[in-house]
């Protein structure tokens, strides 16, 4: 099996977010180690990852809440920590936890102080997103579940109709109900308004219908950087039966993710050219009796899990115009 040689940069001239060679340390452990990210603009870009892979870390130090110790990180062209007024007035953000230091102030006074620092804040927007997500205004922010300051975050993050949104598990402590609802203001809200996402999330199903780029860390760094369309052209998922027992994955030179065998029926998810693909497995003597591309879930948990220590020789990593 060899590894798959994934893109891990994106062919955009003027991404809304990038990082250079992100590197972020806590001690002795490194959350991010030399992080290269492309976000385009208009993009709706799903980062996924396992725990502890630098997401959140990676999120915070886009807004200037924590200083990385080398690299460099841009959005909109400007580094946040040069100007982070300019940049946080142009982000609306969901943050992963939802402590806040004030829990004494009422949301009606939270939303009302929040809105101070946003020239762009629309009123008449904001009451609508308290209508349709049923926030407590008149409750301490202190007092609220995690679902329901999931929903005041929202608004906070929305009504001032930013061009850039991070979401950092977006629908977190939300039951079925309320993330169906969430997940709809959200695509509501990109119909009306031009904005570029980046979610951060590891329900990655929830944004199966709005994300058109998909990203996947691990330890630190991207290991695969694309546009959802290369996903559906390059990668699927082939049932093959091999009548003679034979392994036809050896000697084919293919770039294999993910196997799972049933008595002569072999079924693989592989990065390449269907066609090339195809032609491999026959020659290797398999009949292929199924290709189909795979949902954005399908590709992030393929890319997630695939098998590195399989490689039986590695490639120089190819940017996205390359594949």
Do not use: C
């Not at 102030?105 to 904001?126: E, S």
């Not at 003679?244 to 799972?260: F, S, W």
């Not at 693989?268 to 066609?275: A, I, N, Y």
């Not at 954005?296 to 948990?301: D, I, M, N, R």
């Amino acid at each position: 099996m060899i590894r798959p040689t994934m893109p891990v940069r994106l062919d955009v001239e003027s991404p809304v977010v990038e990082t250079t060679g992100l590197v972020k340390r806590f001690g002795e452990t490194a959350a991010l180690s030399g992080l290269d990210l492309q976000v385009p603009e208009g993009a709706v870009y799903v980062l996924v990852g396992p725990n502890g892979a630098g997401k959140t870390t990676a999120l915070r130090v886009l807004l200037d809440l924590l200083r990385p110790d080398a690299g460099r990180a841009e959005l909109f062209g400007m580094e946040p920590r040069e100007r982070p007024g300019e940049v946080r007035a142009r982000i609306g953000y969901v943050p992963e936890r939802q402590d806040f230091h004030y829990g004494w102030i009422r949301v009606r006074d939270l939303i009302d102080h929040h809105a101070r620092y946003h020239p762009r804040w629309d009123p008449g927007y904001a009451g609508d997103l308290i209508e349709e997500l049923e926030v407590p205004t008149d409750r301490k922010y202190a007092r609220l579940s995690k679902g329901q300051a999931r929903r005041v975050q929202l608004v906070l993050a929305l009504a001032h109709r930013p061009p850039l949104l991070l979401l950092d598990e977006p629908t977190d402590g939300l039951d079925p109900v309320g993330k169906k609802k969430v997940l709809g203001l959200v695509a509501d809200h990109l119909a009306s308004t031009p904005t570029t996402v980046l979610v951060s999330t590891h329900l990655v199903y929830e944004a199966e219908r709005l994300g058109d780029h998909l990203g996947v860390m691990k330890e630190g760094r991207l290991t695969a950087q694309l546009p959802r369309e290369k996903l559906r052209d390059r990668m699927h998922r082939y049932l093959l039966r091999t009548p003679d027992g034979r392994d036809p994955v050896e000697g084919a030179d293919l770039e294999v993710l993910q196997r799972k065998r049933a008595g002569r029926e072999l079924q693989l998810t592989v990065w390449g050219e269907r066609s090339d693909v195809v032609g491999r497995l026959e020659q290797a003597g398999a009949e292929v009796r199924e290709a189909s591309p795979l949902s954005l879930e399908e590709s992030a948990l393929a890319l997630l899990g695939a098998d590195e220590r399989s490689a039986a020789r590695t490639r120089r990593e190819p940017t996205a115009a390359e594949v």
